[in-house]
């Protein structure tokens, strides 16, 4: 007889739901209990769709005295005492059309009405920023002087919508200043505050005044607070694996081995744990197949134009880049560093900290967001997708019969289709293609390849073959290849016993594709 398991919650973010329908949770509520068992304000940076609404929604209910609710968690018999507080719950999660000052105003309102404090006549004559005083203030007397919760869920999301049009974000940040301006002038009124969001502005910037924020999306204390751990995987989805072994015909731990390569990787602090991120690791158990869930639920709109207008992306360098904790923490509007955002939007994560430098090493989490990162950017490049993968496929043939000429014939296709609009230097958009389209036909590429004589622009190793690649833009194909072989780039290759293939290339900024190539076999 097969034994009942508990139902997986899938993109299920209310906790009351989530409990009193016997979904399967993952108890995170020792975490709560170590924030709010003393007054605070905490802010936490997390990617998308990794669990940070359900934590709201806990800390709604914990602060709302539903004790009960948690009878088979952690915090219930912690010494927590259950007292309910008056909050005020607000998701940003809003339209780019909608005016945010409005939109405040009316959910501050709806928040008013249930607890019967509502005053059309303040509704009217107060701005969006007094009037979320007002309602501090009513709450706090309504309730017998007991001091006001504020719950905020994606505070950055109405700035990130419109982050490439600078003047439009710059009006949106100054309108949330203003709002969260009002926590710091009523601190004494202020029991708790916790502000969620996927990235982290300069306090300057955004929160104005709220020095007093504590920011736990990078501390080790809280590593695991969003996220799925090896042991928590293996404790609470033990009988939910097994099936999902059984279904891909693998033996347990092979099965554990593969979850791990897909989904774990996710870490957020210097000597932190490594998390599995849920929603991918839900929906592969849900559906018993390996796929790319997370990645396909919806890359990020923001960081998509943030890439186009990046002049100096460079694809190819963002496995194992570096940054100084300075950098995850004091960019702004206008000074944005895109490495920081791919780190805390998820698809780049820490894999050493270098405690000389104070450097952290970054790089791909796992294969899921490794492979469909290169996809979706290779995507971003093209306007015909379509027509694009099926060159990739005349590109391994060509590769496996030795047909450089083919090569260069597919690669000038994928040319042809580029998207103009984006503003990435010709150089640098020539090179994140090429990259791309072999990580992507998983050839072993390395680019800017460091020799005792210079760097070559890029060496594919097949099983058979080397074959070298030196780019000039408006030069010759002939500078290229010379270039190859006044340095000896092709030196250190001769111990693979391989055939090895020397290729110089020219792009032509008019026509913005190879315009002459030459190919000499060693």
Same mark, same amino acid.
């Given at each position: 007889?097969?034994?009942?398991?508990?139902?997986?919650?899938?993109?299920?973010?209310? $906790?009351?739901? !989530?409990?009193? @329908?016997?979904?399967?949770? =993952? #108890?995170?509520?020792?975490? +709560?209990? %170590?924030?709010?068992? /003393?007054?605070?304000?905490?802010?936490?940076?997390?990617?998308r769709r990794f669990g940070k609404s359900?934590?709201?929604?806990?800390?709604?209910?914990?602060f709302n005295g539903n004790k009960e609710?948690?009878?088979?968690?952690?915090?219930?018999?912690?010494?927590?005492?259950?007292?309910?507080?008056? $909050?005020?719950? !607000?998701?940003? @999660?809003?339209?780019?059309? =909608? #005016?945010?000052?409005?939109? +405040?105003? %009316?959910?501050?309102? /709806?928040?008013?009405?249930?607890?019967?404090?509502?005053?059309?006549?303040?509704?009217?004559?107060?701005?969006?920023?007094?009037?979320?005083?007002?309602?501090?203030?009513?709450?706090?007397?309504?309730?017998?002087?007991?001091?006001?919760?504020?719950?905020?869920?994606?505070?950055?999301?109405? $700035?990130?919508?419109?982050?490439?049009?600078?003047?439009?974000?710059?009006?949106?940040?100054?309108?949330?200043?203003?709002?969260?301006?009002?926590?710091?002038?009523?601190?004494?009124?202020?029991?708790?505050?916790?502000?969620?969001?996927?990235?982290?502005?300069?306090?300057?910037?955004?929160?104005?005044?709220?020095?007093?924020?504590?920011?736990?999306?990078?501390?080790?204390?809280?590593?695991?607070?969003?996220?799925?751990?090896?042991?928590?995987?293996?404790?609470?989805?033990?009988?939910?694996?097994?099936?999902?072994?059984?279904?891909?015909?693998?033996?347990?731990?092979?099965?554990?081995?593969?979850?791990?390569?897909?989904?774990?990787?996710?870490?957020?602090?210097?000597?932190?744990?490594?998390?599995?991120?849920?929603?991918?690791?839900?929906?592969?158990?849900?559906?018993?197949?390996?796929?790319?869930?997370?990645?396909?639920?919806?890359?990020?709109?923001?960081?998509?134009?943030?890439?186009?207008?990046?002049?100096?992306?460079?694809?190819?360098?963002?496995?194992?880049?570096?940054?100084?904790?300075?950098?995850?923490?004091?960019?702004?509007?206008?000074?944005?560093?895109?490495?920081?955002?791919?780190?805390?939007?998820?698809?780049?994560?820490?894999?050493?900290?270098?405690?000389?430098?104070?450097?952290?090493?970054?790089?791909?989490?796992?294969?899921?967001?490794?492979?469909?990162?290169?996809?979706?950017?290779?995507e971003l490049f093209g306007k015909t997708?379509?027509?694009?993968?099926?060159?990739?496929?005349?590109?391994?043939?060509?590769?496996?019969?030795?047909?450089?000429?083919?090569?260069?014939?597919?690669?000038?296709?994928?040319?042809?289709?580029?998207?103009?609009?984006?503003?990435?230097?010709?150089?640098?958009?020539?090179?994140?293609?090429?990259?791309?389209?072999?990580?992507?036909?998983?050839?072993?590429?390395?680019?800017?390849?460091?020799?005792?004589?210079?760097?070559?622009?890029?060496?594919?190793?097949?099983?058979?073959?080397?074959?070298?690649?030196?780019?000039?833009?408006?030069?010759?194909?002939?500078?290229?290849?010379?270039?190859?072989?006044?340095?000896?780039?092709?030196?250190?290759?001769?111990?693979?016993?391989?055939?090895?293939?020397?290729?110089?290339?020219?792009?032509?900024?008019?026509?913005?594709?190879?315009?002459?190539?030459?190919?000499?076999?060693?």
């Amino acid at each position: 007889m097969q034994q009942h398991l508990k139902p997986l919650p899938i993109g299920e973010s209310d $906790i009351v739901t !989530l409990l009193n @329908n016997d979904f399967l949770y =993952v #108890d995170k509520t020792k975490f +709560i209990y %170590e924030m709010i068992k /003393v007054p605070g304000k905490f802010f936490l940076s997390k990617p998308r769709r990794f669990g940070k609404s359900l934590l709201l929604s806990t800390l709604y209910e914990a602060f709302n005295g539903n004790k009960e609710l948690f009878k088979d968690q952690w915090i219930y018999k912690s010494d927590w005492d259950w007292q309910k507080y008056p $909050i005020i719950r !607000l998701d940003f @999660n809003v339209d780019t059309d =909608v #005016d945010l000052k409005d939109y +405040i105003k %009316e959910k501050l309102r /709806v928040i008013a009405i249930a607890n019967d404090i509502f005053d059309e006549n303040d509704f009217n004559r107060l701005s969006y920023g007094l009037y979320f005083n007002d309602i501090i203030f009513k709450l706090y007397d309504k309730y017998d002087k007991t001091q006001v919760v504020i719950l905020i869920d994606e505070y950055d999301k109405p $700035i990130l919508d419109v982050i490439t049009d600078i003047k439009m974000a710059e009006a949106k940040r100054d309108i949330l200043k203003g709002f969260y301006g009002i926590i710091k002038g009523v601190d004494e009124y202020i029991r708790f505050a916790f502000l969620t969001g996927v990235t982290k502005f300069s306090k300057v910037g955004v929160f104005s005044g709220l020095n007093n924020l504590r920011d736990i999306s990078m501390s080790y204390e809280y590593a695991s607070i969003c996220g799925i751990t090896q042991e928590e995987l293996v404790f609470f989805f033990k009988e939910h694996i097994k099936l999902l072994a059984k279904s891909q015909d693998m033996i347990y731990e092979d099965c554990l081995l593969k979850i791990k390569d897909w989904y774990n990787g996710f870490c957020f602090c210097k000597n932190g744990i490594s998390v599995y991120n849920p929603f991918s690791t839900l929906l592969v158990l849900q559906e018993k197949d390996f796929s790319n869930y997370w990645f396909a639920s919806g890359s990020p709109t923001f960081l998509i134009k943030l890439m186009k207008q990046q002049s100096n992306f460079q694809m190819f360098k963002l496995d194992n880049c570096q940054l100084k904790i300075s950098q995850f923490e004091t960019f702004e509007i206008n000074n944005l560093n895109l490495n920081a955002i791919l780190f805390q939007a998820g698809y780049l994560t820490i894999k050493d900290y270098d405690k000389s430098s104070e450097r952290f090493v970054l790089s791909y989490p796992n294969r899921e967001i490794n492979k469909s990162f290169k996809e979706n950017v290779f995507e971003l490049f093209g306007k015909t997708q379509g027509a694009n993968s099926s060159l990739l496929l005349d590109i391994v043939d060509a590769l496996n019969a030795g047909d450089v000429d083919s090569v260069i014939d597919a690669l000038k296709q994928i040319f042809i289709n580029i998207d103009y609009d984006i503003k990435i230097s010709l150089e640098n958009h020539y090179q994140n293609i090429f990259y791309l389209i072999f990580q992507l036909l998983g050839y072993d590429i390395q680019t800017e390849y460091k020799t005792n004589k210079g760097r070559i622009d890029a060496v594919i190793q097949t099983n058979t073959d080397v074959y070298i690649f030196e780019f000039k833009m408006d030069k010759s194909a002939q500078d290229a290849l010379e270039q190859i072989k006044d340095k000896s780039y092709y030196e250190r290759f001769l111990i693979t016993k391989k055939p090895i293939t020397l290729i110089g290339v020219n792009f032509n900024s008019e026509i913005r594709n190879v315009d002459n190539y030459i190919i000499e076999c060693l």
